[in-house]
């Protein structure tokens, strides 16, 4: 169902900035949060940053463990991402809640999320500034995607449960990668 | 003509994660490049991490005068962006070859760019991950937005000059800030 991507790809998904899914497991037990603020930081070995607040539940297993798995989804998930946003793995199973299907990854504990369009597997690569200011930079090092999902639009978040969705796209000629 | 806008609002502008354009000065000429590998660290005051390469012309003034700009251009404006991130200061005066005009800043050397819907004025708070990963972090110190400009549609890069542009805006209701 998922297929391969090269990592050479993974900046494409995030650069554009969209809302994502992040699931980490300790113990035995999976959870799944919203992230909006994470940026790429290397094409390849593809590296990201991100910054996941210690009022998250995800934040101690991230920090022990030292995996997670961004998943993106599209907009079609809009209402389950601000749901995911709006409660904490400390009460409640949100995979069951919300039906997020959770799926085996290949080389990291947590899981994939079989509805999202692309699934990054990563490992927690320099912890330096979690500390000063929660940040980590990870490194991709499995990427999935579902070729069923065409032309998959992102969510952009504005604040206060309000989201740009995709429109349409623009190529202009250009060099840059 | 431009209006100052809350602090307390910049990561409304930023969390999108819109194609940017950042400024620089020294030795009293200003440069201007293209950047997407940018994110929100904190909210309040601002705190913005942001990825500038050394190959990067701008890299140099920015780690020496550690003072910057982000402007954030509407699609409109996509055909400069692209033209600015594909020349170098080292080569051309980017302000001029592509039409887009300096306006003095209130607290840094580097300029406003007047066609931009917001400019953000900052200051490098953090350089301690500029050797390893040229990624600083910034702290936004003076935020300015042009109220002519309603509603702007900003641009999301999926590589090799192909952009997202904002579409549709959804509301879902949401706790998260």
Redesign the interface.
Known sequence: MMKELSLS?V??LL????VVLLTTARKGRANVM?M???????FEPP?V???VSGANHSFAALHATRECVIAVPS?RL??KV?KT??SSGRDIDKFEAFGLTPVPAAQVAPPLIDECFANLECKVS?A??VN??N?F?LEVIKAWIDPAQKNP?????????????????????????
């Open positions: 790809k900046y494409q650069e554009p900035g969209p919203t909006s603020w994470h940026m790429m930081v290397e590296l940053a991100c910054v907009v809009a209402p601000v946003g709006n320099d330096a500034l000063k200011y940040l930079v639009k992102t969510i952009h978040h504005h604040g206060y449960g309000k989201f740009a969705v995709d429109g349409r796209m623009i190529k202009l000629k250009s060099r840059m990668r």
